[in-house]
Structures are given as structure tokens and as C-alpha cells.
């Protein structure tokens, strides 16, 4: 998409478009720099204001996967006229408001523009120091991989829309509309070497970013990776959409899935909303890293660990469980 287009280079960009990272990094002083990302969606849920704590809660993300605080946030709404009383808009942004006050998060406006669908995020800044940025490129071999939050909310959402989803479903909203700060913190305490979060690339997809930035390989035990309560029925559903279709085939040319089932190629594929973040943790700090998500009320599902090998590939081995 970006081909053709003039590269931008200038000293005080310190991460751009040339990276895969989750956001955008300008140096102001010696000992700030400025982190900023914009993220909108359209509604996975029906609750107008759960869409809007889901959608401000992966806006800010971006911004705890840079290791950096947010501090401000303007929104971003498409809403289509004539279709949907403005209540409902009200309800999302009143969500969305919700979600940056447990942030600390200082809202300080936006822009809503008329549209055919609905669509809801933020253009947030946060401030990290320069030299303390985590971004996906720093995996090392030995460094143990951490995932923060369980997978399942694309094929959740959709067995839901289609009226299939037999449980999980108030564990999936507050899961996507949980913040990212404990583990980001957490990974900040324990000197991580590479974070990225899990959203629309799914698990492997965004894991592969990080190896590939990293020049590193990876081996993942599926068996570990953890799942929300009601996502591995749903996957047994066998069921079909673009955004999974797409991960599937990306992943398949770089990663040896071995003789994984269908139902665990599809969750560890499976496109995230506001999914948790992927840490590399150095092997001797690793536990300094568990700890640190306990006390901020943080899972640490320790999933795999970095290996040397071709650059931007991972083996899988054995079977997601219940």
C-alpha cells in the first residue's frame, strides 16, 4: 500500500512506517519522545456502550505495546445518518470515556463525520522516553514468550452474530474491553526485550511480525496458549469468514503447523479485537515478569520461547485445550 510513496527521514523519527510496530515514535527532547496511533472499527458487539470500552481499549493498546502512557485521546466516529437515533452514538462515546478514565486517559475532543457504516476509535498520544521504546524488533534467542490475555474473540464474535455461541460471551466483552496497562508495565519492569499486541493478524500473525523484526524464529506450545471459556466450542464450529481465511493462508507459507487440528490453526489464527500483548522476556527474568503481571492483575501464559533459525518463522507444536 505504501509503495511509491516518498520515504519520510528525518533524525527525529525514531519509529515509522519502515517497522511492523504498533505505532508511530517522534523525539521531542533528549528525554521525551511522542507516541502516537489511531485505531476505529466497527461494532463487534450490540451493546453501543461496550463497543465504545472495546474500541477505546485497542486504540491504547498501540500506545502500551510502545512500553509508553498514554495521555490524550480524540475520537473518531463515522455515523450514519437517519439509521440509528443518536443515543446510540451517545452510548459509544460514553463507553469510550468510561475506558480512558481508568487510563488516565484526558479526552480532549474529536471528529465525527456521516458515513454509510458505523465506526468508532481514537487518535491517542502517549510519552515514553527515547531510550526506553519496546518495540517488536528486540527478540533475542533463549527469551521466553508471554501472551496477557486468552484468544477466541473473532470466532466468538462471530458465532454470536450468527446466533451460535454457546457460552463466553460477557468473558469475551470484558476481556476486549480490559487495558493493556498491567502487562505493559509488567514488561516495562522486567526490561522485555521485544512487545507487540495481538490484534487482526491473530496470534501467529503478529508473533511472526515480531520474529521477522527481530531476526529470530520462534517455537510456540500451543497447548499453553490460553482461551477464553467458550472459544474452543466455537472453533469445533468449523466456521468461515475473510478475516480468518486470510491469517490461515498468511501464516501457512511461514510457519510448519505440523499436524495441528483444524479448531487449533484456527484460534491461533483467529483475528483479536483488543487482544493482549506478546512479550519476549529474557529466560532469567522471566518469573520477574509472572510476578509483575499478578500484581497488576495481568495473565502470563508463558506460550514458547525465541530461538535462532530463519528469520520470521515459528514451528507449533501440540494442540490448544479447552
Not at 452514538?89 to 463507553?95: D, E, H, N
Amino acid at each position: 500500500m505504501l509503495d511509491g510513496l516518498p520515504k519520510i527521514e528525518d533524525p527525529r523519527l525514531l519509529v515509522g512506517t519502515g517497522t511492523f510496530d504498533d505505532a508511530g515514535v517522534v523525539r521531542l527532547t533528549d528525554d521525551i519522545a511522542l507516541v502516537q496511533s489511531v485505531d476505529f472499527f466497527t461494532p463487534v458487539v450490540d451493546d453501543p456502550f461496550d463497543y465504545g470500552r472495546i474500541a477505546a481499549a485497542n486504540a491504547l493498546s498501540d500506545i502500551y505495546a510502545m512500553g509508553a502512557e498514554p495521555l490524550s485521546a480524540l475520537a473518531v466516529c463515522a455515523f450514519p445518518q437517519g439509521t440509528l437515533p443518536l443515543e446510540v452514538l451517545q452510548r459509544i462515546l460514553a463507553g469510550g470515556l468510561d475506558t480512558m478514565r481508568q487510563a488516565g486517559v484526558l479526552p480532549v475532543g474529536g471528529h465525527t463525520v456521516k458515513g454509510p457504516e458505523l465506526n468508532y476509535g481514537l487518535a491517542v498520544t502517549g510519552v515514553v522516553h527515547p531510550d526506553r521504546i519496546l518495540s517488536n524488533g528486540g527478540a533475542r534467542p533463549g527469551d521466553v514468550l508471554f501472551l496477557t490475555k486468552p484468544l477466541g474473540t473473532g470466532i466468538m464474535s462471530t458465532a454470536l452474530k450468527r446466533e451460535q455461541l454457546a457460552a463466553g460471551e460477557r468473558e469475551m466483552i470484558d476481556g476486549m474491553a480490559a487495558l493493556n496497562r498491567g502487562g505493559a508495565h509488567a514488561a516495562i519492569e522486567a526490561g522485555a526485550h521485544g512487545l507487540t499486541d495481538i490484534t487482526g493478524y491473530g496470534f501467529l500473525g503478529h508473533a511472526l511480525e515480531l520474529a521477522a523484526a527481530s531476526g529470530v524464529a520462534l517455537q510456540i506450545n500451543a497447548a499453553h496458549v490460553p482461551l477464553l471459556p467458550g472459544a474452543l466450542a466455537a472453533a469445533q464450529l468449523g466456521l468461515s469468514f475473510g478475516g480468518l481465511k486470510a491469517n490461515r493462508e498468511w501464516v501457512a507459507e511461514r510457519v510448519n503447523l505440523g499436524d495441528l487440528d483444524d479448531a487449533t490453526r484456527d484460534l491461533l489464527c483467529d483475528p483479536q479485537t483488543s487482544g493482549g500483548l506478546f512479550a519476549a522476556v529474557p529466560a532469567e527474568r522471566a518469573d520477574l515478569f509472572a510476578e509483575a503481571c499478578g500484581r497488576h492483575d495481568t495473565l502470563a501464559a508463558r506460550v514458547g520461547e525465541v530461538t535462532d533459525g530463519p528469520a520470521g518463522t515459528a514451528v507449533v507444536r501440540g494442540s490448544v485445550t479447552g
